[in-house]
């Protein structure tokens, strides 16, 4: 297990980038720590396989440096880094038994054929197929295959991280939860560095204690799924992270209120620093208030989603949406309120704190 340091990590496939659009990768610089369970989520293209593959060693970045345990391992190969790595789709030796599949890494390592298959035994329960055991690989179904692979990349002990690149692709949903539930059990028993790569929110959500969020070759925000909701710290993790995503709204500020078309909204308070760029308001459907109350707005749809109903409204020419309890009244003259507490500030689509507010600069 190791802690991995991305040192101002950019990466190009092609060669001579001059503009920031040539880098897959912009500038990533971060860490995991070790023994972390980190999910990286954004849409595809966004960079997260070229970061993976980064820290595997499958790819050297053009610039910057990476670190494991304080040690440069930049230019090492990935046996040297000693990472195990789960892809999308299944690498297995189709020829070999699923036994033989799980044993060979370990075998491959030197490891005693006492504990080979104590450890495939093991693995072999944890991704269900204990019963096909003795099974060539290659008769097997596409989902058999990948939990073959996923148990590939489990069975070792001894690694510095694990690293899984939408590995639940390909599986079922109910036997994506049963794997992704297996997936948490093992990292609290053995506390392993592990990067879990994946476009879907409730998949990363529910795998990880942090949540890394890219977007075109960057890192946007780092949080836990609490932290995510409640301060999205850029736009595009307000609209991507919930469901509906977060509303943003171009408004005016001055001082403590912001101004939507002709109508005026009280803001918690004042924001921290000055704002430059495109200004914008954001606002979750948990937390705008459909009554009698506020704006005028006009409802254009109300869908129903079994306790909870959405409701789509248009406000000063904008769209927004309302998440409401199910029994929840609509005025035939409808109106919405935004609750301060949901309300967040955009410059740039970058956040920008309140004035007070925890974490804020003076
Ligand atoms: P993600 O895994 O988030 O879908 P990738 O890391 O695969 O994103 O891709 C990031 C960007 O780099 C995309 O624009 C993609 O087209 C480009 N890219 C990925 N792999 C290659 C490659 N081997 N050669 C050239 N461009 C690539
Ligand atoms: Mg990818």
């Known amino acids: 297990m190791a802690r991995i340091d991305l040192e101002h990590i950019r990466h190009a496939y092609g060669a001579n980038p001059k503009s920031d659009a040539d880098y897959a990768l912009k500038e990533v610089h971060h860490t995991f720590a070790d023994g972390g369970a980190y999910a990286l989520l954004g849409p595809s293209g966004c960079g997260k396989t070229t970061l993976l593959n980064i820290i595997s060693g499958l790819l050297t970045p053009s610039h910057g440096r990476l670190l494991f345990d304080g040690e440069d391992v930049t230019e090492l190969s990935t046996r040297e880094r000693n990472i195990a790595q789960v892809f999308q789709f299944p690498v297995i030796y189709d020829t070999m038994t699923v036994y033989d599949n799980l044993a060979f890494p370990l075998r491959n390592r030197g490891v005693p054929e006492a504990e080979v298959d104590r450890r495939v035994r093991e693995t072999l329960v944890l991704i269900d197929l204990a019963d096909w055991a003795k099974r060539k690989a290659r008769g097997l179904t596409a989902d058999q295959k990948q939990k073959i692979s996923l148990g590939r990349g489990l069975v070792r002990h001894d690694v510095n991280a694990i690293l899984f690149d939408e590995p639940l692709t390909v599986i079922d949903p109910h036997m994506k939860w049963v794997l992704r539930s297996q997936l948490k059990l093992l990292h609290k028993r053995f506390g392993h560095t592990m990067v879990y790569v994946t476009h879907d929110q409730t998949e ?8 890394v969020v890219m977007y075109e070759g960057e890192i946007v925000q780092i949080g836990t799924p609490d932290e995510l909701f409640s301060r999205p710290s850029h736009t595009f993790v307000g609209y991507f992270i919930g469901s509906p995503g977060m509303n943003v709204l171009p408004v005016a500020v001055d001082g403590a209120s912001a101004k939507l078309g002709e109508t005026t909204i009280r803001l918690p308070a004042a924001p921290a620093a000055s704002l430059s760029g ?28 079994g306790r909870l109903k959405i409701v789509r409204a248009t406000v000063e020419g904008h769209d927004v949406a309302a998440i409401v309890p199910e029994d929840g009244e609509i005025p035939a003259d409808p ?11 955009y410059a740039s689509s970058r956040r920008v704190a309140f004035a007070g507010e925890k974490g804020a600069r003076p």
């Open 204 to 211: 990363a959500l529910t795998f990880a204690d942090t949540v």
């Open 335 to 345: 109106r919405l309120a935004f609750r301060p507490e949901g309300i967040n500030l």
């Open 278 to 305: 495109k200004v914008e308001l954001g606002i979750r459907p948990e937390f705008v208030a459909v009554g009698r109350e506020g704006m005028k707005a006009s409802i254009r749809k109300v869908e129903d989603i």
